[in-house]
């Protein structure tokens, strides 16, 4: 129902909005809840979300007290940006190097939930990398592929490797 989520596209996304927003999900999640976050957009050295009116950006404090204020019992955050591995933070583990693309495994991703429990960040890039853009499109290649996964019935039972019917986060990933 549209009152379970918010959108804000381009002239929308200021930092007052993007913090109501964050606010807004820290009083209607509950505990039982999962709540998804994504964000797409431009992300900068010092700030991985860069809200609409640039001069005004989000400190990682910022962003891990909002993040922290949503009681929700998993949240999964997708961020499609620059520097956006930065949201992860000091103690994030990373899963795949860029050499091996095949690190990912269901023990890896058990140990990384049980380091933080609840809570999933999945970026584009990392904390020092400047995110893909896809030729022709209006989105980042992080986003075009999400997008894809989860809305083409094609892509979904290619990723589906376990042929459930389901497509798991581990599968997205």
Known sequence: PEDHY??????????????????WLGLMASRE????????????????????????LFSMETLKKALENIRAKEIIFFADACYSGKLAGKGAKRIIERESLTGLTQD???????????????????GIQEAYEKDGQKNGLFTYYLMNTLM??????????DRNQQVSLYEVY
């Open 6 to 23: 918010r959108i804000l596209k381009n002239r929308e996304a200021t930092r007052e909005n993007i913090r109501d927003a964050f606010g």
């Open 33 to 56: 809840d999962r709540v998804f976050i994504f964000y797409s957009g431009h992300g900068k050295d010092n700030s991985p979300i860069v809200p609409y009116n640039t001069d005004d």
């Open 108 to 126: 890896t991703i058990s140990e990384i939930g049980a380091a933080k429990p609840g809570l999933v960040i999945i970026t584009s890039a990392n």
């Open 152 to 161: 083409d019935p094609a892509m979904r039972g290619a990723v589906d490797t």
